[in-house]
């Protein structure tokens, strides 16, 4: 018998294993009752999904801002500014 | 066109045309389709008056699933406690979001996507925490290699060593090797439970099933 077999033979008899009762009813009413879990309102929705793409939007136009200022006060940059009456 | 088949059937099973075992094989038939159309029924109506806000039609749908969840997060965890904190999640985590059923497919279905959702989101944090139980495959070792001694092992003995077996593998290959071979799910069923596609599911059972087999060939080595 190769492992193969033997996790399938193990895994038809682990189907038929007794699973414990549980009764959750309680906790999950409480739970739900006590206002800790509420369902996001529609307002709340809105507020999540323009913030969303605030900052989707946010990160990319940070990295162009960056890229543009490093670019603007790269060494070489400073070289042309200082002799700029030259040309 | 219900009712007009209906008297057919009756003329039919009183006078005695159709012999006693078809009448019995076709009342039984009608009998667990009706069982297994009634429950739809009545989770569809607790869906409305939950929807309502009626807590008691929620106490129903959880009375009549928790049975159903539990059986499947019992592969994700063994410890009682957090095999019952689990159940919780599921039955909260669908009341949130009760709103986005539509009612396409069985509520039962449906609730069987989340409880296998909340259980990988376990596996991924108990992954992350590193906690994973000592598992030796001494363990895998000691079953003898034959059928007869395989089906003598107790039900939740052999659970338990898969279990423990898959421990070792990352969350996504366990996941789809609980679900194909340990829960019995086809390609399709795997696919409607884990969101993915069918592609996707076979390819991942191919990768997951050749870890699988190095893992086991490891035998006797300190694993992972």
Redesign the interface.
């Known amino acids: 018998?190769n492992?193969?077999e033997?996790?399938?033979?193990?895994?038809a008899?682990?189907?038929?294993?007794?699973?414990?009762?549980?009764?959750?009813?309680p906790?999950?009413?409480t739970?739900?009752?006590s206002g800790q879990?509420?369902?996001l309102t529609v307002a709340e929705n809105l507020w999540m999904w323009l913030a969303a793409g605030a900052s989707a939007v946010a990160v990319p136009a940070a990295v162009v801002a960056i890229s543009v200022y490093n670019a603007s006060m790269g060494p070489l940059r400073e070289i042309v500014n200082s002799i700029s009456w030259a040309m | 066109m219900n009712g007009l088949m209906q008297s057919i059937w009756g003329l039919l099973t009183t006078s005695g045309v159709l012999p006693n075992a078809l009448v019995r094989g076709v009342a039984d038939a009608l009998d667990a389709d009706a069982s297994r159309t009634e429950p739809a029924a009545a989770d569809g109506e607790d869906i409305r008056q939950t929807r309502q806000g009626d807590s008691d039609a929620y106490r129903r749908l959880i009375e009549r699933h928790q049975a159903h969840v539990a059986k499947i997060l019992w592969r994700f965890s063994r410890d009682r406690a957090i095999h019952e904190e689990l159940v919780q999640d599921v039955f909260v985590e669908a009341y949130l979001s009760l709103n986005s059923f539509r009612g396409n497919a069985p509520f039962s279905h449906w609730l069987a996507r989340i409880a296998t959702r909340v259980g990988y989101r376990c596996w991924k944090e108990k992954a992350r925490q590193k906690d994973a139980e000592p598992f030796s495959l001494a363990e895998w070792d000691q079953i003898a290699d034959e059928k007869e001694a395989i089906e003598r092992i107790d039900a939740d003995q052999a659970a338990g060593l898969l279990h423990g077996l898959l421990e070792k593998l990352p969350p996504r290959d366990r996941l789809v090797l609980m679900l194909r071979y340990i829960e019995g799910c086809d390609v399709a069923e795997t696919a409607r439970r884990t969101g993915w596609t069918r592609t996707m599911v076979k390819v991942q059972s191919l990768r997951a099933r050749d870890k699988l087999k190095k893992l086991v060939e490891r035998s006797g080595m300190e694993l992972i």
């Open positions: 018998m492992w193969e033997k996790f399938m033979l193990l895994a008899r682990a189907r038929t294993e007794e699973v414990p009762q549980v009764n959750v009813v906790e999950v009413l739970l739900l009752s879990a509420e369902p």
